[in-house]
């Protein structure tokens, strides 16, 4: 089902949030060698969530909540953070960088889609967006470490 309304949007940014924070904290107990990165990564998503309300609720209004400003397919960017016993540290990381693409993905396309009626909620997109790029970087730097 498309995700249509600011509302839908959010609610499903913040899934994401908090399942990716679940993610690397299970990471950073599995694989103790880069454990501050991981929690690291999980603290930030845990400051994204407050970052995304205030930007929501500061600028919220029933003018643009009754407005259909998205149209976002959320299966597009569902990620699977379920990790199997015997997942490998190389094929954890890709996971990771995987997640980390599909998550920037949706952050980036909502921004765009949403710029000409909002200003913050875009912009707190963008910002978060840009963080996801960057783990992304340092997660394939983790896994040519690996190699």
Known sequence: MKLQTASAVISFAKSLEDESAKFY???SQRYA??????????????????????????????????CFAFDIEPEAYTVETALAEATSYADALGKAIKLEEKIGKFYSDAAEQSKSLMADVPRAFVLIAGKRAKRGSELRSLLGKEG
Do not use: H, M, P
């Not at 991981?38 to 003018?63: M, P, W």
């Open 33 to 66: 060698k880069d454990k501050d990165v991981f929690l690291s990564f999980a603290k930030e998503n845990r400051k994204n969530l407050v970052q995304i309300d205030r930007a929501y609720y500061g600028v919220i209004t029933d003018a643009i909540e009754g």
């Open 25 to 27: 904290e299970d990471l």
